[in-house]
């Protein structure tokens, strides 16, 4: 599954949405905070920056200290709460050990929480209702499922990983009622007895474990369609920087069971960076009533 082709397509939709709010006065608008330098992630916040310029958003990324305190991160999110030319607030995960994340992520307006992590949007997730936002990764991989008609419907979608950024919001979202959605869940996760008892029994496997190689073709039925999240760096020596990029699949042996698979990288990375855009224009949208 071309992840990358398909942000490819999404950020085309959003770029026409940008242009047509853009005719009524309003730029969409999305501030990304990076605290620290953690390397992966100042990767991962110069994609979004980069993306949301191209779609024609207004983008910028506000670079903190690493010795950052909790009290100046809350006053720049209140900043940027009361700023109307802001429609999405990210604080980019993992944060230093000063800050808890938690508190940052309640003091996000929730109709400004692209990331969809705040306590409201979550319930809303939760609940079923569509008016608050749904956090990127599942959302990508929802509308991956989508895009290569996989029937989610009575399907048994097994979910690896317990996180709050992916496993336990795509289990919320499988669950509820309606298109790409009616799934049987199951999720599973460090302490599961038995992990390949639950994999080989998936029609839909969606791992995000941060483990490399953690599931192999044994584990897979044949015929099901594989997502995988994980973004694990590797010694690799044959490679000009040294790393290289892989996910928690081994995706050379499981790629011979899967019906469908998406690599790492150009599988859900890229659609992650999409529907965060996706999300903004739609807070944008809600702002003028749109
Ligand atoms: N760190 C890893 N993934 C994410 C994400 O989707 N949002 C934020 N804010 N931080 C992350």
């Known amino acids: 599954m071309d992840g990358a082709l398909l942000a490819q397509k999404v950020r085309t939709e ?39 310029r191209e779609a024609g958003m207004a983008g910028e990324t506000i670079r903190l200290p690493a010795t950052t305190s909790q009290a100046e ?6 900043r940027l709460n009361a700023d109307d030319s802001v429609h999405g607030i990210l604080v980019q995960m993992p944060l230093p050990k000063q800050i808890d994340p938690d508190t940052v992520i309640n003091h996000i307006l929730p109709q400004k929480d692209v990331d969809g992590f705040h306590p409201v949007n ?11 936002f749904v956090p990127c990764t599942p959302a990508g991989i ?21 996180s709050t950024i992916v496993g336990k919001p795509m289990a919320a979202l499988m ?33 995000a474990a941060g483990r490399t190689r953690l599931v ?42 899967a019906s469908l ?17 996706r999300n903004t224009v739609r807070a944008a949208q809600r702002s003028v009533g749109a």
């Open 142 to 162: 929802q509308r991956l499922l989508g895009e290569y008609a996989v029937r989610t419907t009575g399907a048994e979608c097994v979910v690896i990983g317990r």
């Open 216 to 257: 192999t073709a044994e584990m897979v039925k044949p015929g099901a369609v594989v997502i995988d999240v994980g973004m694990n760096r590797i010694d690799d020596p044959t490679s000009r920087t040294g790393t290289r990029l892989v996910g928690d699949v081994d995706f050379d042996g499981v790629r011979r069971v």
């Open 14 to 52: 959003v770029a026409a949405d940008v242009a047509a709010l853009r005719q009524r006065g309003v730029v969409p608008g999305l501030t990304v905070v990076l605290v620290g330098d953690d390397p992966a992630s100042a990767v991962y916040v110069g994609g979004k920056e980069k993306a949301s």
């Open 175 to 207: 669950i509820q009622s309606g298109p790409l959605a009616d799934a049987t869940v199951t999720l599973c996760h460090s302490r599961t007895r038995d992990l390949a008892a639950h994999t080989r029994r998936a029609d839909i496997l969606i791992v």
């Open 73 to 78: 991160l809350l006053a720049l999110v209140e």
């Open 261 to 277: 698979i998406t690599p790492v990288p150009r599988g859900v990375g890229p659609m992650t960076i999409a529907m965060l855009l």
């Open 122 to 132: 979550v319930g809303k997730l939760l609940i079923g209702h569509t008016d608050g």
